[in-house]
């Protein structure tokens, strides 16, 4: 069974950074795209980066182009999103996803994941 479990969210002030965590388990992910996605109040959940777990290809929303990173640490079979100069806007709940996607461009979408972690809570205060 596929088990996704984020850490790592918390409270920063505006500019600070913090560094997501999501262990993977369960199977293997070799083929998988990993994502990122955030929900904020009211909102829909929407896409923030996205790493193939074979080759290493990355995708980022605009709005956070330049600021998060997303990696893997194979060894530890671990998915990280590194944020950096957080604004409060980025304030939400951050999911963790794996699904088996082909393209990138597919990685956006919410739909093409089947596996979802719990959510980890980034407040980024003013």
């Known amino acids: 069974q596929v088990q996704l479990v984020e850490s790592g969210g918390g409270l920063v002030q505006a500019g600070g950074s913090l560094r997501l965590s999501c262990a993977a388990s369960?199977?293997?992910?070799?083929?998988?795209?990993m994502g990122w996605f955030r929900q904020a109040p009211g909102t829909e959940r929407e896409f923030v980066a996205a790493?193939?777990?074979?080759?290493?290809?990355?995708y980022y929303a605009d709005y956070v182009k330049g600021r998060f990173s997303i990696t893997i640490d194979n060894a530890k079979n671990t998915v990280y999103l590194e944020m950096n100069s957080l604004k409060p806007e980025d304030t939400a709940v951050y999911y963790c996803?794996?699904?088996?996607?082909?393209?990138?461009?597919?990685?956006?979408?919410?739909?093409?994941?089947?596996?979802w972690g719990q959510g980890t809570q980034v407040t980024v205060s003013s």
């Open positions: 996803a794996a699904g088996n996607i082909v393209g990138i461009w597919s990685s956006a979408y919410v739909s093409n994941y089947p596996y």
């Open positions: 369960g199977r293997t992910f070799s083929t998988y795209y």
């Open positions: 790493i193939s777990w074979s080759a290493g290809s990355t």
